[in-house]
């Protein structure tokens, strides 16, 4: 029998707290029967949901606070508010005191990671932690960060990101050596800021064994798949995160329009019903929600803050393949190899 995977939520966190986190979780553990919960919220609001879930009340440990963090509230507000006490705060603690191997959460970006910067604390010779998120390709997926932990990089950060990247992705999509691009202005290495081209030399030259640098990629590349790992700065990749977020919406609302303007169109619609079922799937952001904060000394995964159950559960499935496969041990050991030189 598999030892069970151990994941703390912060059951009060998103834009719909416990009535997503709970059944989000039931969702989760059909499909991961090994799972097992350490909940943090409201008793009074989280029990009556855990109680129409038999199966996960089984599995799961609820832990009372009665502070959450609003999801507009400030990261050094949320810590002096929440430290030791909040919901957020005790479902990060879980993981460092052992309890948990990863946490979830649909709260406020901006105050969980400074929650987990604090109480975590940031991986020996990792300055910043990133955010990686999965990204929908015409080949598949690939793995993208940062898309808004930090603004701005220099190479040895850019370096650090490409190394987490790969570890991240040869967990997710079983590859030996992934391959690695630097988003940039232009694929010729004479173009781009000089951060990047730097990080470029370095991961050109290193010869890294765990991952493959591919070069420099563009926008397009995103969703094409042109690499296994696309690295940029936290300012540029959160742009590109939503702005493919935004033309998603932008395509479903022509296409919707576009079926329902004429009779013809509506018939048509329904000989191409099921090939519009398939792109609609496709292009759904729950399927990939859940962007792994990169470089701490623990597991945490953000959901989408205004997510559904079915999106929650996709952000415990991340957060339970990066515990059940050990993402942090592969970081670490692909770190040994790091050729800024910040790494022993």
């Not at 220099?154 to 988003?183: Q, S």
């Not at 420099?216 to 959160?238: P, R, S």
Request: aromatic fraction near 4%; glycine fraction near 10%.
């Amino acid at each position: 029998m598999p030892k069970p995977v151990r994941i703390s939520l912060d059951a009060m966190g998103g834009d719909h707290g416990p009535s997503v986190v709970v059944p989000g979780a039931a969702l989760a553990l059909e499909r991961h029967p090994d799972l097992r919960f350490l909940m943090f919220g409201d008793e009074t609001v989280v029990a009556p949901l855990l109680n129409a879930h038999p199966r996960l009340k089984e599995v799961t440990e609820l832990r009372h606070t009665d502070i959450s963090i609003a999801m507009d509230e400030k990261p050094s507000q949320a810590i002096r508010m929440g430290r030791g006490k909040s919901s957020m705060w005790r479902a990060v603690q879980a993981v460092r005191d052992g309890e948990a191997d990863a946490m979830v959460s649909a709260g406020n970006t901006g105050a969980l990671m400074a929650t987990a910067k604090v109480c975590l604390k940031t991986m020996a010779h990792i300055e910043r932690p990133a955010i990686a998120c999965m990204w929908p390709t015409t080949r598949g997926e690939s793995i993208v960060l940062d898309v808004g932990a930090t603004i701005g990089a220099d190479a040895g950060h850019l370096v650090d990101m490409a190394i987490m990247g790969a570890a991240m992705a040869r967990i997710v999509f079983d590859l030996e050596r992934p391959t690695v691009g630097l988003l940039n202005v232009g694929t010729e290495e004479i173009k781009g800021i000089e951060a990047v081209k730097e990080a470029g030399r370095l991961l050109k030259e290193s010869n890294l064994p765990h991952l493959n640098y591919h070069g420099f990629v563009e926008g397009d590349d995103l969703g094409k798949g042109t690499v296994d790992v696309v690295v940029t700065e936290g300012f540029t990749g959160n742009i590109a995160l939503k702005t493919a977020e935004g033309t998603a919406k932008q395509i479903a609302q022509y296409l919707r329009s576009a079926m329902s303007r004429t009779l013809m169109a509506k018939i048509g619609y329904l000989f191409a019903k099921q090939a519009f079922n398939a792109l609609r799937d496709k292009m759904d952001p729950r399927k990939v929600n859940g962007g792994v904060f990169l470089g701490l000394e623990g597991v945490v995964v953000k959901s989408h803050g205004g997510t559904d159950d079915l999106g929650f559960a996709s952000a415990i499935d991340v957060a339970y393949d990066m515990a059940h496969f050990e993402l942090m041990n592969t970081i670490r050991a692909m770190l040994e190899h790091d050729p800024v030189g910040q790494t022993v």
